[in-house]
């Protein structure tokens, strides 16, 4: 008798169902996994104090300047500088329609760039000034051929009254 | 004995077990929403307007527009434009409303992220000199960098 009375009660005792707690649990880990975004921290590092005398600079700045100029059929791309030895470079290259991107002009103005970046490695911005009557995708292909490898980032517009 | 026939051939209709149907249906939804990117077009390109040839692989990025088409010149972000004969000589109104109109907006947007560059969007035929004209505008007006923006070459 005391042995039916045993079994009854443990037929009767609860079971939770597993399978959609693991199901919903599956979803949250997902969820977690998903809305995770790995950020790596920072390290700031000082450096030790130092002193020095500064010296009133008489160097004149650089101020590299691309000038693209329409001679006939052709355009003349000048690289000049100011400084206290200013001097200029040119290259030709044949003009093209604006439907096409104008690759001569792209290697004329890289070269001119290579050139300035060879001869003054710390200037990190160039002006830019082209004739009026040159279009914008001759002004693409200009900065093109500055910004090609990364030679540089910071271009500026200059007037075309530079230029004409 | 045909009743009880039928009831075994009842007992043996398969059942469709909905909660774990609907347990992998929850974690496709989910895998879904979490790999959506939401992301606003940098650049929508106006009808009849044809973009510039570009080596450089960079990307557009989102900010104000202005574009320069053979007639017009739209300035997006306060809804206003201008015929281009205003800008094919440096003699633009300094009195026009579209100063004042700038101004506000760098003044609302000044938290929003590249909110006073420009993306230029201008026909590939248009003359330096008018956008150059159309730059000095903007930049007298307080943007500060101007994006021009080409078709690159993986587009």
């Not at chain 1, 001569?104 to 000034?129: D, H, M, N, S, Y």
Request: proline share 5%; glycine share 4%; no cysteine.
């Amino acid at each position: 008798m005391f042995d039916l009375e045993s079994t009854t009660q443990r037929r009767h005792a609860p079971e939770p169902d597993l399978v959609p707690i693991l199901d919903g649990l599956t979803a949250v880990i997902f969820f977690m996994l998903l809305s995770i975004s790995f950020i790596g921290m920072t390290k700031l590092t000082i450096p030790p104090s130092t002193s020095s005398v500064a010296s009133v600079s008489n160097d004149v700045p650089i101020s590299g300047r691309v000038i693209a100029q329409l001679e006939g059929d052709s355009i003349n791309v000048k690289l000049e500088w100011l400084g206290n030895k200013p001097g200029a470079w040119a290259e030709k290259a044949e003009r093209k329609q604006p439907t096409e991107r104008n690759l001569g002009l792209i290697e004329a103005v890289e070269k001119l760039a290579i050139r300035f970046k060879e001869k003054f490695p710390e200037e990190k911005t160039i002006q830019i000034a082209l004739a009026s009557k040159l279009n914008y995708q001759e002004l693409i292909s200009v900065m093109d051929g500055l910004r090609k490898n990364e030679l540089y980032a910071d271009l500026v517009l200059s007037s075309y009254t530079e230029a004409d | 004995m045909l009743d009880f026939e039928g009831d075994k051939k009842r007992s043996n209709v398969i059942i469709l077990q909905l909660a774990p149907m609907i347990d992998v249906f929850v974690l496709i939804i989910v895998f879904l929403i979490k790999g959506t990117i939401m992301e606003e077009s940098a650049v929508l390109k106006p009808e009849g307007l044809n973009l510039a040839q570009s080596m450089s692989k960079e990307t557009s990025l989102v900010a104000p527009q202005v574009i320069i088409t053979n007639d017009k010149v739209q300035f997006k972000m306060i809804d206003a434009e201008r015929p281009i004969a205003e800008f094919t000589e440096d003699n633009f109104n300094p009195r026009d409303p579209v100063f004042a109109a700038f101004k506000k907006y760098i003044a609302e947007t000044k938290d929003v992220e590249n909110a006073n560059h420009i993306n230029v969007i201008s026909d590939r035929s248009m003359s330096y000199k008018t956008v150059y004209h159309v730059v000095k505008v903007l930049r007298i007006s307080g943007f500060q960098s101007m994006l021009f923006v080409a078709e690159g070459e993986g587009q």
